[in-house]
Nanobody
Framework: QVQLVESGGGWVQPGGSLRLSCAASGATFTIYAMGWYPQAPGKQRELVATIIWNGVGTYYTDSVKGRFTISRDNAKNTVYLQMNSLTPEDTAVYYC????????????WGQGTQVTVSS
């Protein structure tokens, strides 16, 4: 069992920045990848950024390229999402997700953190 705890959400004005964090903990496991999925009211949860844990591999959806940066701290089993130039369209609950490869392939989700962009 893996637990994910997100933090860093909040309210920011358009053009502002926020940094989200997600820490994974639990029994012995090996992370394969971690990602961020915002879910706006009335919309489906969608992937905006993901990072491969052991290697060089990141993915960004077009809407966040150049504005968001995903990074990791392997020693802390923590993934970060630096969000710059935020717009009201970025308002959502941001969920962290991890795919682990050991002891077996499984997906886990965090509880979500609210990001609100408004003036």
């Amino acid at each position: 069992q893996v637990q994910l705890v997100e933090s860093g959400g909040g309210w920011v004005q358009p053009g502002g920045s926020l940094r989200l964090s997600c820490a994974a903990s639990g029994a012995t496991f090996t992370i394969y990848a971690m990602g961020w999925y915002p879910q706006a009211p009335g919309k489906q949860r969608e992937l905006v950024a993901t990072i491969i844990w052991n290697g060089v591999g990141t993915y960004y959806t077009d809407s966040v390229k150049g504005r968001f940066t995903i990074s990791r701290d392997n020693a802390k089993n923590t993934v970060y999402l630096q969000m710059n130039s935020l717009t009201p369209e970025d308002t959502a609950v941001y969920y962290c997700e991890t795919t682990i490869s050991r002891p077996r392939f499984e997906d886990y989700w965090g509880q979500g953190t609210q990001v609100t962009v408004s003036s």
